[in-house]
């Protein structure tokens, strides 16, 4: 299912070798644009306890934001998607990146909760929804022999994009508060991606055609339709799998603030750093370096055993993480091997799906397989806090989340490997 092809930049026609060069820069470019909306997410956990104190609120209340701008990120994304595909990448990004930053800037004057939901989560969840899908989409057009390491390669833009950022906000926070913060961010943000996206366009269809008929052909797939891959069991059990991921990560991303506070570490200085903002620095690094990483091993080595693996090990990790929560040196360095064990999501189950369902109505596809994050952010974000109000222990909050961890990945080498095995046979007979 991970037949070597053809290398695309070794393709021997004029179109294609424009395209080779090209891709690169479009690579760059969608790169940016996905730094530009990471820091909503990414950086969300250091906003938390301002806006607590600021409106007056408890954490369950506050954490409604963040499901809010994960949730409408992933349940408008297949619409989203299919007006990328209809209008191009160029114009709908470059809405998306300037609504993402302006969602900061409004969420500045925010003074009760409904405005705060508005801003930061309904008008951050479309621009950021709008920009991921989009880039995603194209990037697995760009590159059909490398699916999986372009996705990647952009997902860690996302990933780690937050990484410029952490230090400069969670000072900001302390000396300027949160509005101020809201308001400058929000502009620096919108700005760069506007710019970036203008250079951002779809690949030329001889050049795309030629790659994508070649891969087409080893995976012996047809292209689907959206309405027609919604009718396959297999997208479920892929839409379950992303869902269970996504909720043991967004937990990790939405509560690490308060569940290291509890813990007694956040302020405990490691290596010379207080221990949250290094975290959450070495988070962002591993949470994007594994997105091209395992992404380029599963185009060698098979999309499931690389789910099986990176799954398995996230599980493993929060065990430990849990088991050592006490000490701070541990909590920073082990939260690394957490997101290396999750951001990977983003380049396996779109390639995967890509593979599996074709090239051709992509963007569209990943979009109703994207709303399986926002599923996860209702479980990850306020339902897991209100598991912790309840309980009174963020033990029970890791158990779930562990399970999960290990639930999915069995299901990726015991259930989805044999199926999409199946699936893919059998639409090679019916061509």
């Known amino acids: 299912m991970n037949t070597p092809v053809q290398s695309f930049d070794q393709a021997a026609s004029p179109g294609v070798r424009t395209a080779a060069s090209t891709r690169w820069r479009q690579l760059a470019l969608g790169l940016v644009c996905m730094m530009t909306i990471s820091s909503p997410q990414y950086v969300w956990t250091l906003m938390t306890k301002p806006l607590m104190a600021k409106l007056g609120i408890s954490l369950p209340e506050v954490q409604v934001t963040f499901s809010i701008l994960v949730f409408l990120q992933a349940f408008f994304s297949p619409f989203q998607g299919a007006l990328i595909d209809r209008f191009g990448p160029r114009k709908l990004i470059s809405i998306g990146t300037l609504l993402a930053g302006v969602s900061w800037m409004l969420a500045s004057y925010a003074s009760n909760t409904t405005m705060l939901y508005l801003t930061y989560g309904g008008l951050g969840g479309l621009g950021t929804g709008i920009v991921y899908v989009g880039v995603v989409g194209l990037m697995v057009r760009w590159f059909p022999d490398r699916r999986g390491m372009a996705a990647g390669a952009v997902a860690a833009g996302y990933g780690m994009g937050a990484i410029v950022t952490t230090f400069p906000i969670s000072a900001s926070l302390a000396s300027h508060g949160v509005e101020s913060t809201l308001w400058l961010y929000g502009l620096i943000f919108a700005a760069i991606g506007f710019v970036a996206a203008q250079g951002l366009r779809v690949p030329p269809q001889a050049g795309e055609s030629t790659a994508a008929a070649t891969r087409a052909a080893s995976a012996g797939a047809r292209e689907f339709r959206p309405s027609e891959m919604l009718k396959t069991p297999l997208f479920w059990l892929m839409f379950a799998m992303m869902t269970m991921m996504s909720t043991s990560g967004l937990m990790v991303t939405s509560q690490m603030a308060s569940f290291a506070a509890d813990f007694g570490v956040s302020k405990v200085l490691v290596?010379?750093?207080?221990?949250?903002?290094?975290?959450?620095?070495?988070?962002?690094?591993?949470?994007?370096?594994?997105?091209?990483?395992?992404?380029?091993?599963?185009?060698?080595?098979?999309?499931?055993?690389?789910?099986?693996?990176?799954?398995?090990?996230?599980?493993?990790?929060?065990?430990?993480?849990?088991?050592?929560?006490?000490?701070?040196?541990?909590?920073?360095?082990?939260?690394?091997?957490?997101?290396?064990?999750?951001?990977?999501?983003?380049?396996?189950?779109?390639?995967?799906?890509?593979?599996?369902?074709?090239?051709?109505?992509?963007?569209?596809?990943?979009?109703?397989?994207?709303?399986?994050?926002?599923?996860?952010?209702?479980?990850?974000g306020p339902l897991a806090a209100l598991l912790h109000q309840h309980t009174g222990s963020w033990v029970p909050v890791f158990a779930c989340a562990i399970t999960l961890d290990i639930v999915t990945a069995v299901l990726a080498l015991f259930v989805l490997k044999p199926a999409r095995a199946k699936f893919i046979r059998m639409h090679r007979t019916a061509l």
């Open 271 to 380: 290596f010379g750093l207080a221990a949250l903002p290094l975290a959450l620095t070495i988070d962002r690094f591993t949470n994007g370096l594994t997105r091209p990483l395992f992404g380029w091993v599963s185009d060698k080595l098979g999309r499931e055993h690389t789910m099986f693996f990176a799954f398995a090990l996230e599980g493993i990790a929060m065990t430990l993480w849990l088991l050592t929560r006490d000490d701070a040196v541990l909590f920073v360095l082990l939260s690394g091997v957490v997101f290396f064990g999750w951001g990977e999501i983003f380049s396996l189950f779109p390639s995967t799906l890509t593979d599996t369902f074709g090239t051709r109505f992509a963007t569209a596809n990943y979009g109703w397989l994207y709303i399986s994050f926002g599923v996860g952010s209702i479980f990850g």
